[in-house]
């Protein structure tokens, strides 16, 4: 039941960026929504899989670098300085490189990703707080009012525990089954309670949108869109 809640929850935020059409929220709360729809997609073909006794496991690898990829891009909008920016930027297809490197000489296709799965999970814990700290001390308006603080807060509980959850599904696979389904309903709860969080992030990037927005950004880095190249 709560796998099934986990999943679903996940469009909540494309669902509040299409209550907000006409009016645009920024666009960093756009790409973490598209980053938890693309998120609710791969599950529902992982379990279409799952459920007609195919294996999976080769398409969670195929897909693993689409979600942490539009959410580092969504990270880099909120960034103080041009270099911040860039260096969020560059770390995508750093990451893709090597998990394209994982896959062809270390991660079967078949098997749990041991290697792939936490380094993408340390990447975004790393980067998400980055973003949260560096804006925190220097913002100029209650931080829970910001859509950042939310958004940047729910990344930071799931992917704090993603860290652990790929090795432990791993190890108790074949020998653990009850204690890895406990595990997971604990997982699903914690993701739950992060999707939420990120929701109400991309919702007060909607109110601020709809009443002329305020920033907790200076003037000099309030960003509605990507920078041009």
Known sequence: MLDNVAIFVQLLPMLIVLTALPRRVSTAALFTAYAFLFSFIEDCVSWWLSRHGAPNLWFLHLAMPVFPALLIWSLSLWQRSEVSRLAFRVTI???????????????????????????????????????????????????????????????????SSRVIRTPLS??????????????????NAIDVIATLLVSWGVYCAKRESASGGFSSLPSRWRVSSPPRS
Do not use: H, K
Request: aromatic share 14%.
């Open 170 to 187: 791993a190890s108790l696979v074949d020998s653990a089954r009850a204690e890895l389904i406990r595990m997971d309903v604990i997982f």
């Open 93 to 159: 297809p750093l990451f893709v490189i090597t998990w394209a490197a994982l896959l062809l000489w270390v991660e079967p296709l078949g098997a749990f990703s041991f290697v792939g799965g936490p380094i993408r999970s340390v990447l975004l814990v790393t980067l998400t707080c980055y973003t949260l700290v560096t804006n925190a001390r220097q913002s100029m308006s209650p931080v829970w009012r910001a859509d950042w603080f939310w958004i940047t807060t729910g990344i930071l509980l799931s992917f």
